[in-house]
């Protein structure tokens, strides 16, 4: 296996870790607010901020996971339409352009982070940056994934193509 492909199984198995210890979190503290509420009566404020802040991790880590494994929706109208090299690359441009898009985000995710950072959360009294900078760190993670995997979705374009033109061949 390539290294490339190696790095981007690791990468994937990193994201799926993270985003899975961030739900663990957010169990824990619904689960410690609900029987602190309702068996002690006694609520226990810092929990439902640190569930809120473990979601927007988790939902993003978890989102880059996704994007890397290829398991978000996708319309693929117009590539299922084409065949051969044409199909290769318009798969390629929108590669491209996926990887311009979270050049983008990176790059407003880091100013908006940082302009937040003064700013402190009511509860849990830490920098907001550290809710923020999910958003950057989900895109860098992202794109890197996507620069792995570009050679194998390529690859799975091309040997697609190949596949329908061999089926529509047999029809």
Request: charge should be positive.
């Amino acid at each position: 296996m390539p290294l490339n492909e190696r790095l981007a199984r690791l990468l994937l198995r990193a994201e799926v870790t993270l985003s899975a210890m961030f739900l663990v979190v957010i169990v824990l503290c619904v689960s410690g607010q609900f029987v602190g509420r309702s068996v002690f009566g006694i609520g226990l404020h810092w929990t439902s901020e640190t569930a809120r802040f473990a979601f927007v991790w988790c939902t993003l880590l978890g989102g880059a996971a996704a994007w890397q494994d290829g398991v978000l929706h996708r319309v693929d109208v117009l590539l299922r339409a084409l065949r051969g090299r044409a199909r290769m690359w318009l798969e390629a441009l929108v590669l491209v352009l996926v990887a311009l898009a979270l050049l983008y985000l990176i790059h407003y995710g880091i100013a908006i982070t940082q302009r937040v950072a003064t700013q402190t959360s009511s509860t849990l009294q830490i920098s907001m940056a550290w809710v923020y900078a999910a958003a950057p760190v989900a895109c860098a993670l992202m794109l890197l994934g996507t620069v792995l995997s570009t050679p194998k979705w390529l690859r799975a374009a091309r040997d697609a193509s190949v596949t329908d033109e061999a089926d529509g061949a047999t029809k």
